[in-house]
C-alpha cells in the first residue's frame, strides 16, 4: 500500500548505480578522445573542416552516440542485450501504426511485459531493475505498486545521475514526437504511467506536466485522477514551499471539480453518530483505496481531527492503522478535511480474536508517546461532568436525579482511579476497518486522556457486535494478554473494564434520549432499552465482584 512509500534504497545499490555510471561516461568520454585522434591522422588539408576542429566534431559526435546508446538500461553491445533492446524498439514502433488505441495497448500488452521482465533481468544498474518494476506494474495497471517502487527511486536518481538533464532532454523529445504520432497525450492511462516513470528517473517538474495533463482531460476517473496527483503532490510537499503551495492548489481545484458535480454534492452524508457530512471517492482504476472529503461549518472540529490525524499518522503510517490526512482548509464558507482511507471491510464479531491484541498494542503506543500530543488537543475527561450532561438532564426524571448525581460522582471518584492515556473515545466497530494487512482505526475527533477500558466499552457494548458476557471476558483476556507488562490481575482489569461499560452504556443511553441519528421511533426505543440494560447487567457482574463498593452505584438506574 502507499503507506511504504518511504522505503528506502540501500546505500549499497546507489554506489554500485554510481560505479556503473562512471563506468559508462569513462567509456564514452575514452571513446571521444580516440574518435578524435583517429580523425586527426585521416584528416587531409583540403578538408571542409580545418584541424582542430574536425578532430572535436568528430569526438563529439563518437561522445554523444555512445553516451546515448549506453544511457539505456539494457547493454546493447552484448549478445544477450542486443535483440532485447531491438525488440523494445520494434514494439514502440508498433503504436505508430493506424487503428484503434486501445486494441494496440491490448494486443501489444503480453510482448511488452515479456519484454521488460526480461528487460529487468538483464540490466546490471541496481535501479535501472527497480525502474523496469515500475515500468510492469504500469503495464498490468497496478500504479499503486507503481508509486511504491517510484518514489523511492526519485531521491536515488538525483544522488546518482544529477548530470543527466541533457539526455533526458534528447529522450522526452523523442517520446513527445512518438506520442504526439500515436495521439497518446489524449490517454489517460499513457500519462499517468508517464507520469510515474518520470517520478522513478528521478525528474518530477516533467512528472509533474505529464500529471497535470491527465487530470485536465475529459475521462471518467478525472476525478480520482485529481485526488491521486493531489496525494502525490501532498507527499512530495515536504521538500519545498513551491509544492506544498500547489498540493493545496491542487486538492482545491479538485474539491471544485466534486462541486461542479450535482450527483456527487448529492452523496455526502452524515454518517453514524459523526456531526460531519462525508462524501467518498473511489480511487477505483487508479488506487485500491478511498478519498474521504469531510465538510463541516467552520469550526474546532475539524481542525482538532486534522491535527491529531497528522500525529497519528506519524506514529502508525506505515502499519496502515491510522487514515492519511492529506488537506484541511475553508472553501466557500464551508470547512473541508481530505484524508486518505487505506481499503478494508468493516468490522464483525469475528474479527475480535484479532484485534483486542492489536488495541492493545495500539493504546500503548499511544501512552508511550503521549507527549507528542499538545496539552490543548487533548483534554482529560471530567466523568462526572460529562455523564451530567448527557445522562442525567436527559433520563432521569427531576424527583430521581439528586440520587442518580450522588451515584454518578461515585462512579467517577472509581474511575478516577484509573491511569490516564490518550484513548480514541469513540471506539465503535463503524470506525474499524479490516485489511489485508490489519486494522485501521478512524476518526480520532474525540480523542481525550481517560481510561483505556472506556475504548474496551465502546467495542464490546457496542450494539453492533450483541456479545455474551462469555464472549466478552474472552475478548478482555486476549486484551489483556496483549499487555506483556501490565502487573495487573485479570480480575482487576475487569472490575475496570466494568466501571467503564456502565460509564458508556450510561452516556450512550443519554445520547439516544435527545438525538434519533436516523433511526425510526421503534428503532431508537429497542437501542434505548439494549443500552439500559447493558447498564444493568454491567452493575450485576460488579456486585458480583465486589457488593459491598457497588452499593452506592445503585441509583444510577433509577429512572
Not at 66 to 73: G, H, S, V
Not at 153 to 170: C, G
Not at 188 to 198: D, S, T
Amino acid at each position: 500500500m502507499l503507506m511504504d512509500l518511504e522505503e528506502k534504497i540501500s546505500e549499497e545499490e546507489i554506489q554500485e548505480s554510481r560505479r556503473i555510471g562512471r563506468q559508462k561516461t569513462l567509456a564514452s568520454v575514452s571513446s571521444g578522445i580516440v574518435a578524435g585522434f583517429v580523425s586527426a591522422l585521416f584528416h587531409r588539408e583540403d578538408h571542409l573542416f580545418p584541424q582542430p576542429y574536425f578532430s572535436l566534431l568528430w569526438g563529439s559526435l563518437t561522445y554523444g552516440l555512445l553516451a546515448t546508446l549506453l544511457a539505456q538500461p539494457i547493454n546493447m553491445f552484448s549478445r544477450r542485450g542486443f535483440f532485447p533492446a531491438l525488440r523494445g524498439m520494434l514494439l514502440g514502433l508498433r503504436f505508430l501504426k493506424r487503428g484503434n488505441l486501445e486494441q494496440k495497448i491490448a494486443r501489444n500488452k503480453q510482448a511488452n511485459i515479456r519484454f521488460l521482465e526480461e528487460a529487468r533481468a538483464l540490466a546490471r544498474d541496481p535501479l535501472a531493475k527497480r525502474t523496469f518494476q515500475v515500468s510492469l506494474d504500469i503495464t498490468n495497471g497496478d500504479y499503486e505498486s507503481a508509486l511504491q517502487c517510484a518514489v523511492p527511486l526519485l531521491e536515488a536518481y538525483r544522488k546518482v545521475h544529477p548530470w543527466t538533464s541533457f539526455w533526458h532532454a534528447i529522450r522526452d523529445r523523442s517520446v513527445s514526437i512518438t506520442a504526439a504520432f500515436a495521439d497518446l497525450n489524449s490517454y489517460l492511462p499513457f500519462l499517468l504511467g508517464k507520469g510515474l516513470e518520470m517520478l522513478a528517473l528521478g525528474r518530477p517538474l516533467a512528472a509533474e506536466k505529464h500529471f497535470s495533463r491527465a487530470c485536465g482531460l475529459d475521462h471518467p476517473l478525472h476525478i480520482p485522477m485529481n485526488c491521486f496527483y493531489g496525494y502525490i503532490l501532498d507527499f512530495r510537499s515536504k521538500e519545498n514551499k513551491r509544492i506544498y503551495e500547489k498540493s493545496k492548489q491542487q486538492w482545491k481545484k479538485t474539491l471544485d471539480l466534486v462541486l461542479r458535480d450535482p450527483s456527487l454534492v448529492q452523496q455526502f452524508r452524515r454518517l453514524g453518530e459523526s456531526r460531519h457530512e462525508v462524501l467518498e471517492i473511489s480511487g477505483e482504476g487508479i488506487l485500491k483505496d478511498t478519498f474521504i472529503f469531510k465538510r463541516y461549518t467552520p469550526s474546532h472540529h475539524l481542525t482538532k481531527e486534522y491535527t491529531l490525524d497528522q500525529i497519528l499518522y506519524t506514529l502508525f503510517g506505515d502499519q496502515e492503522s491510522v487514515a492519511q490526512p492529506l488537506a484541511s482548509f475553508i472553501h466557500e464558507d464551508q470547512q473541508y478535511l481530505i484524508l486518505r482511507r487505506v481499503a478494508g471491510r468493516p468490522f464483525a464479531k469475528m474479527n475480535l480474536k484479532q484485534f483486542m491484541p492489536f488495541l492493545s498494542g495500539f493504546h500503548a503506543s499511544l501512552e508511550h508517546h503521549q507527549h507528542q500530543f499538545p496539552r490543548e488537543l487533548l483534554e482529560p475527561l471530567d466523568y462526572a461532568h460529562f455523564l451530567e450532561q448527557k445522562y442525567v438532564r436527559r433520563v432521569p426524571a427531576e424527583r430521581h436525579r439528586q440520587k442518580v448525581i450522588t451515584a454518578l460522582h461515585h462512579l467517577a471518584q472509581e474511575l478516577d482511579k484509573q491511569s490516564r492515556i490518550p484513548i480514541h473515545s469513540d471506539l465503535h466497530p463503524h470506525n474499524i476497518l479490516v485489511g489485508d494487512r490489519g486494522f485501521t482505526i478512524l476518526d480520532p475527533e474525540h480523542m481525550c486522556l481517560a481510561t483505556r477500558y472506556l475504548d474496551l466499552a465502546s467495542l464490546l457494548e457496542h450494539n453492533h457486535l450483541v456479545l455474551t458476557d462469555n464472549e466478552r471476558e474472552q475478548a478482555l483476556q486476549a486484551y489483556h494478554h496483549g499487555e506483556t507488562d501490565s502487573p495487573k490481575s485479570f480480575e482487576e482489569i475487569y472490575g475496570q473494564y466494568l466501571r467503564s461499560a456502565l460509564f458508556r452504556s450510561l452516556h450512550v443511553r443519554g445520547i439516544l434520549g435527545s438525538h434519533s441519528y436516523g433511526f425510526t421511533e421503534q428503532e431508537q426505543q429497542q437501542l434505548q432499552q439494549y443500552y439500559a440494560e447493558r447498564a444493568c447487567a454491567s452493575l450485576q457482574l460488579l456486585k458480583s465482584l465486589d457488593r459491598q463498593s457497588v452499593q452506592p452505584l445503585n441509583d444510577l438506574l433509577l429512572v
